[in-house]
């Protein structure tokens, strides 16, 4: 079955960096641009970014454009997210997902002092 596996996450403080990442299973990781959302305490899920399946394009929301940067391993099946200058604002649960919604489990960023 579909499985997306988050890791990387924990606290770290505010300029800081972390470097998430998807492990997938199940589907034929290549074949489906992907995307990294997140939620934020008590908010709904915000969209981040999205990776095409060939890594060709990217897009991001304009909140972390510049400090976050999607990538992606086709041959590891493995999404990547790379995050720079995090904001306390940039606290939440963040998920990979697939196109039709399909998401793991989610790992949490904590950015604070």
């Known amino acids: 079955q579909v499985q997306l596996v988050e890791s990387g996450g924990g606290w770290v403080q505010p300029g800081g960096s972390l470097r998430l990442s998807c492990a997938a299973s199940?589907?034929?990781?290549?074949?489906?641009?992907m995307s990294w959302v997140r939620q934020a305490p008590g908010k709904g899920l915000e969209w981040v970014s999205t990776?095409?399946?060939?890594?060709?394009?990217?897009s991001y929301t304009d909140s972390v454009k510049g400090r976050f940067t999607i990538s992606r391993d086709n041959a590891k099946n493995t999404l990547y997210l790379q995050m720079n200058s995090l904001k306390p604002d940039d606290t939440a649960v963040y998920y990979c997902?697939?196109?039709?919604?399909?998401r793991g489990q989610g790992t949490q960023v904590t950015v604070s002092s």
């Open positions: 997902a697939r196109p039709d919604a399909i």
């Open positions: 199940g589907f034929t990781f290549r074949s489906f641009s």
């Open positions: 990776i095409s399946s060939d890594a060709g394009g990217t």
